[in-house]
């Protein structure tokens, strides 16, 4: 069954161009992406000028620093701080058995896809998210993406109040989003005063995870 998401303002192709750009620049800095920094400023000079400006400023960022400062800060930004959380279900649940569930349910919705992930990756993480929206399934990606908004906004306002250099990539995803609704923004309020539930269950903090053919799926 097609899952049932608004109708956004900009076209499929801009979405994947926009999303599949921001999914790139938020993982982890290496040789590969500098050598992709040019190609992704031609992506984003062909984007709507609200969507281009937030990838350039990021992208300017990228340019600009040594490598190994971006990958210290990279680190610093998203693996040290828990409102820097990479993977959406983590906001929601927090480290806690519900989260399991959670992890199954995005698992299953690629399945469906006809991909799947390596065993050591999960695959709520926002670049693969991002990924699988932009080339896989438009409308089963942003349901995952509007299903875990609140958490999606507070990496935005963590990064704004840090003045992360991968904030714009971020506004990014976020301005091709509708605006939030009443319910999101009673979230956001509670994941801000509580932040994510506690409950220790030996979930890792694993690295972003690439989406493979299932074989002899469609």
Same mark, same amino acid.
């Given at each position: 069954m097609t899952p049932r998401v608004p109708k956004l303002k900009y076209s499929a192709d801009e979405l994947a161009r926009a999303w599949q750009s921001a999914s790139i620049l938020l993982d982890y800095p290496d040789e590969r992406l500098r050598a992709r920094l040019e190609l992704f400023e031609q992506v984003a000079a062909s984007l709507p000028r609200r969507l281009g400006r937030d990838l350039h400023d990021t992208l300017g960022y990228l340019r600009a620093r040594p490598l190994r400062e971006l990958q210290s800060e990279y680190v610093d930004t998203f693996d040290t701080r828990r409102r820097g959380c990479l993977f959406l279900t983590y906001f929601s649940n927090g480290d806690t058995r519900s989260r399991g569930l959670a992890l199954l349910r995005i698992k299953q919705v690629y399945t469906r896809a006809g991909l799947i992930l390596t065993d050591e990756q999960l695959p709520d993480h926002l670049c693969v998210v991002l990924e699988f929206a932009a080339t896989t399934d438009q409308k089963a990606g942003l349901k995952i993406i509007l299903d875990n908004r609140a958490g999606l906004e507070l990496l935005r306002l963590h990064l704004t109040d840090?003045?992360? $250099?991968? @904030?714009?990539?971020? #506004?990014? +995803?976020?301005?091709?989003?509708?605006? /939030?609704?009443? @319910? %999101?923004?009673?979230? +956001?309020?509670? /994941?801000?005063? #509580?932040?994510? +539930?506690? #409950?220790? +269950?030996?979930? %890792?903090?694993?690295?972003?995870? #690439? /989406?493979? $053919?299932?074989?002899?799926? @469609?």
């Open positions: 840090i003045s992360s $250099p991968w @904030r714009g990539a971020l #506004e990014t +995803v976020c301005s091709t989003l509708p605006p /939030l609704k009443g @319910r %999101d923004h009673k979230a +956001v309020e509670q /994941l801000i005063a #509580e932040g994510p +539930v506690e #409950e220790q +269950v030996g979930l %890792d903090p694993y690295g972003a995870p #690439e /989406l493979q $053919p299932i074989p002899g799926g @469609r």
